[in-house]
C-alpha cells in the first residue's frame, strides 16, 4: 500500500445469529429457516468467519472497516449483542467502524435497529446509520451511512430511499466544502433499479432511480453496498467504478472474503480482496 493512502476494509452480509452460550439451543423460528434457507444454522461458524474477516481487516492494516448491512439474520436482540461482542473483541476501536442495517435486520421488529445501535452497538453509533445526511469522516473519506431497512413480512427484502434522505444525499454532495475528497454512500441495498417491476418491488431499493441520477452528477459520489450477496463494480462515467458491492461473510466457507479500498490523492479505488 502506498505510504500515503488509507484503506478502508469492506465486508457485507454478516447475517449473525446468537451465539451466546447462554442461548438455548431448543431450536430455531420459522422465519430463521425460512430465511437460511440453503445455509446452514451455524451460529458458531458465523462469528467465527466474523472473527476472520475483521482480523484479515487488521493484517492488511485497513483503518476503517464499513459493514453494509444484514448484520443479523432476523434482528433479534441476541443476535446484534453476538456481533457486538465481535466487533468489540476486534481490535478496531469503535470510531473505525461504520455499521449500517439490512432487511434481515428489521424482520423481528421495526426498531430493532434503533434498539440494537441505542444498546448493544451503542459504542458505534457516531460513526453508523442514524439520520439522513450525517457525515462520518474517516480515513480520508466522508462516509454517509443510510438506514434504507424497514419492518415488511420475510416474504420481502425491499429497500427504501425516501427523499428525505435523497435530498440529504443531493444536499452533501452539491456541498462545494465537502468535494475535495470522496463522498462515500454506505447502505444495504444496490442503487440500481431491477429489470422487472415485480422483482424491484420484492427485492429492489424503492427510490434507487433518484439515487443514480444524483450519483451520474456527482463525480466524487460513491456507493458501498451489500444484499446482492455478489461482488459489483459499477463504473458511472471517466471510467471508475463507484458502486462497489461486497460478498456476503455468511455464504463464504472457511475464509470468508473482505474487499479492499484505497484513498489517496482524493480517490478511491478498489484494491482487491484479502480472505480471513
Ligand atoms: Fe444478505
Ligand atoms: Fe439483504
Redesign the pocket.
Known sequence: MNANATRIAHL??V?MLDARPSRARSGYSMGHRFLSFGRPLDAVGRRRKVAHALSAARRVGADHVVVS??LTEIGAPGEFETLAEELHASGFAPERITLVP???DLYTSPDAWTRAIEGPLAAFRATSAQEPGRVVEAAGVRFLPLDVARYQPVTRSAGWIDDVALDAVQRRASDAGLADRPLVVVQHHPPFVRNTQAWQWIDGLIGAARLMTILEAFRHLFVLH??L?SAVNRVLGCGVARVLGAT?I?DDKDAPRVRLYDVRDGQLAAAGLVTG
Open positions: 457485507s452480509d447475517h448491512g444484514d439490512g432487511n434481515h451489500g444484499h450477496h456476503a455468511v
